[in-house]
């Protein structure tokens, strides 16, 4: 089990063969390379059983954030790994390796005239409602969102990126946490047209009930049939997943990627790592059929930082995604570059930074050979 992540961070499963897992460590003949605590606590880091052991949880029933006591700004898993292969006189795998950053975008309306979006705009103009909220004079046009994302298109298709958008596939509801949108609308599916005529790729924004009745299958059965491709990336609205379960439900559902191991208030490494890894299935205690690239950035997090604290954070952590070869994700909602009119500054300034560190943003999504171990 631990040689299977030790081996999804890029360390050569050639070289780990001569190993072997005791009660005292990772041992190499005679020699320990790594305790056994220190084990533990990659496997706790990449896994997120750290998480699940603080006990501590939100409104939503996701992770609480403010419980984090752990160093959240280095990708400290991928630097172990290198030291191991550094002990064994190796180098990680680097083999067609490269720095990506896919650029993604969590479409959780298709419209402004959703039902609970109006209210919001009233509430926000008449100022019962703080905070960031939609603009009367956009709010009265159905196609706003519409017009946002081919806007968004059109830059990404300019710069020669590869973007993938989650939509959600519905029911609508008019619950507090429902889902904002249905495949089956109009707006979904003319949104969901323009992107694959684009050429960009379509991902299942998982629902925010999704991981309590286990409904992925279902949810990315009926986005597929409504617009006719193939889905095998994910993302969970609002970040809602259950770490235990989550990729035992992914793989049923046949999903191949997910997109959304991070943090919706920080910038960070969630899980210690800033490469695509297999995962780990915690609820059969096996290396999963499911990939995680590690998101490192969400736009939410622009309600607690200034743009200028988040380009000097981003730019320090990608030049560590850099360092490690990885593979990150950086996610934007359309509906904020309606609301916030720090949004297409900020967007532009990002995409910018990434151009000049020489990341690959194509949007193809890595196939890791992260070899399916056991442990011994």
Known sequence: MLRSV???QGLDPLTL?????TSSGLMLGDRLLIASGELDAIFDSVSLARESETGRTDRLGR??????QWDTAKPWVDQKATELAEKLGASPVTTGAKFQVIIAHDVDRTTPWEPTCLLNTVLHATGLRHGSGMPIYEARSSQSIIRTIDRLLEYERNQGIGSHYFMMSGP???GRYSTRTDVRWRSARTTGQLIQQAGMSIGLHGSFAARDDN????????????????V????????????LRLYAQLEQ???RFDL????VTRIGFRNGSARCHRAFDRLNERPANVFSVPQLYMDTVMQHCSPQQIVNELREALTQVKNAQGCVCLVFHPETFLMDNRAWPLFSEIIQICREMGADLSGKLPQPNAPNLKAD
Do not use: S
């Open 6 to 8: 030790m081996a999804a």
């Open 172 to 174: 609508y509801g008019l």
């Open 17 to 21: 063969n001569p190993m072997r897992l």
């Open 260 to 263: 959304g191991i991070g943090y």
């Open 215 to 230: 409904r992925y299958a279902k949810e990315k059965n009926l986005l597929e049939q409504m617009l006719g491709c193939a």
């Open 63 to 68: 992770f609480d954030e403010a419980a984090v």
């Open 232 to 243: 095998t990336a994910h993302r969970n609205h609002y970040l809602r997943f259950d770490p």
């Open 253 to 255: 559902a046949g999903i």
